[in-house]
């Protein structure tokens, strides 16, 4: 059979399972790159040293199995984020006609409703991951988690703190929904370019690894100081002279007065090598999956047709 158009259709599934799948595999292989981000993002005694000097002052300090600290819940809520975002901004192309007549403008727009979408639905997966990946810092290698994993830490944040804890820092993400608005915008326009008069199959993995990088570079550049702000407020920031509910504007001119706005960007070059070389991966690993599962569904369809 043919591949069907419409929001609930086995094309937008396809391409959902392929980008959960490649988000997976991408962070799997660069989490620690996560890690040292997010240890720079909130220990505010933490120097700013090369990603490589962090990972060794990690490993040293706190054994190597800190860099997989919070490893699995993180790619579940990954895989299932990225799912939701893949099928949203697939199925908003499918139902509004913009396959088969895409523009900048309407990626950009498509691909920021999908990430609402995202965001609204998914933030309390990400806010029990940033708890689990700070879980026990500080207290040495054998300090017990406070949270035994996504389900217990979603259970007991509403149980301790109420329900609208599970979504702190939804107003950056919702801000950060440019983030992948741009990625997916800037990715798309290469796209189109490379594959002009060309079939997927035709262009090397390679390709897609680097376009995926250079799109996904020009997203982050942009948008970091808003994913430090989000990060902090998810976790809860360590402020003693600041309150517990700043909002967005409130920390980030905080973090301005007492650290520069070079406070903004501290961690950023983990992040960038870290989310770089994720994206890059998980597009080359989806662009892979959804040639081979079409061709194969092309392939079954055209056996049919011969049966007949």
């Avoid at 040293?49 to 990954?78: C, H, M, W």
């Avoid at 982050?220 to 809860?236: D, S």
Wanted: include cysteine.
């Amino acid at each position: 059979m043919a591949p069907q158009k419409g929001l609930f259709s086995y094309e937008n599934l396809v391409h959902a399972i392929a980008g959960a799948t490649g988000s997976v595999v991408g962070m799997t292989v660069f989490y620690p790159l996560d890690t040292v981000r997010s240890r720079l993002q909130l220990e505010e005694g933490r120097k700013a040293k090369n990603t490589l000097a962090v990972l060794k002052d990690l490993i040293n300090e706190e054994g190597f199995e800190t860099l997989y600290r919070g490893a699995v819940p993180v790619l579940q809520s990954i895989c299932a984020s990225n799912f939701v975002y893949f099928y949203s901004f697939h199925g908003l192309k499918s139902v509004t006609g913009s396959s088969s007549n895409q523009s900048a403008a309407k990626d950009l727009l498509l691909a920021s409703i999908a990430g609402v979408i995202n965001v609204l639905s998914t933030t309390p997966l990400w806010v029990v991951n940033t708890r689990l990946k700070m879980s026990g810092v500080g207290h040495g290698k054998n300090q017990k988690p406070e949270y035994q994993g996504l389900w217990d830490g979603l259970c007991k944040i509403i149980k301790t703190e109420g329900v609208s804890r599970l979504w702190s820092g939804t107003v950056p993400s919702l801000i950060l929904v440019s983030n992948p608005a741009i990625h997916f915008m800037v990715y798309e326009t290469l796209k189109r370019h490379i594959l002009e008069g060309r079939k997927p199959s035709e262009v090397s993995p390679m390709t897609f690894f680097a376009v995926g990088a250079t799109a996904k570079a020009i997203a982050t550049f942009l948008t970091y100081p808003l994913q430090l702000v989000q990060t902090k407020m998810r976790h809860g920031h360590k402020y003693p002279d600041l309150r517990q509910d700043a909002g967005t504007l409130e920390l980030t001119a905080y973090i301005i007065r007492k650290y520069g706005f070079q406070g903004l960007y501290k961690g950023m070059e983990a992040k960038v090598i870290q989310t770089i070389l994720t994206a890059a991966l998980m597009f080359m690993t989806y662009e892979q999956i959804v040639a081979f599962v079409f061709k194969l569904l092309l392939r079954n369809s055209h056996l049919t047709v011969r049966k007949k």
